[in-house]
Structure formats: structure tokens, C-alpha cells
């Protein structure tokens, strides 16, 4: 058996008092965990995709300035 099914097998015996405990207590540890799932796979931009157009004002990508890419590449 899991600790997921043993937790709800456990959970479901409980009066709803106790249940609402248990849920703020989930929320609480779930709370100091980090927001996003870093797997090996992951990209930076993966990572700081919630950052993209969080400055207002600005150009969501450096790509929508065309003198900002001239010249780029060559020798």
C-alpha cells in the first residue's frame, strides 16, 4: 500500500473537523515547498517563465528591438 492510500484510507475515518485539520496542514507544507517542479530537463526558461513581461513597458523579448540583433553573427 502507499503513503497516498494509506493517508486517505486514514483520512476518510476521520469527522470533518479533523479532515479540515489535516487539509490546513497539507496547504502549510505545501507552502514551504518550492513553486516550481525543477526536473533535469527543465530550461531556464522554464524556470523564469513567469518573469516574462513582468516589467511594464518593456519588450517582452529583446528580439522585438531590430537594432538590438544587427551585425549579430557575423564576422
Not at 23 to 28: D, I
Amino acid at each position: 500500500m502507499s503513503i497516498e492510500q494509506a493517508v486517505l484510507e486514514r483520512l476518510r475515518t476521520l469527522p470533518p473537523a479533523t479532515q479540515q485539520e489535516v487539509l490546513n496542514f497539507v496547504e502549510f507544507l505545501a507552502s514551504r515547498q518550492p513553486q516550481i517542479a525543477v526536473s533535469e530537463t527543465s530550461t531556464l526558461l522554464d524556470r523564469a517563465s513567469d518573469l516574462i513581461g513582468a516589467i511594464p513597458d518593456l519588450p517582452r523579448d529583446l528580439s522585438t528591438n531590430k537594432s538590438y540583433f544587427q551585425g549579430f553573427g557575423q564576422s
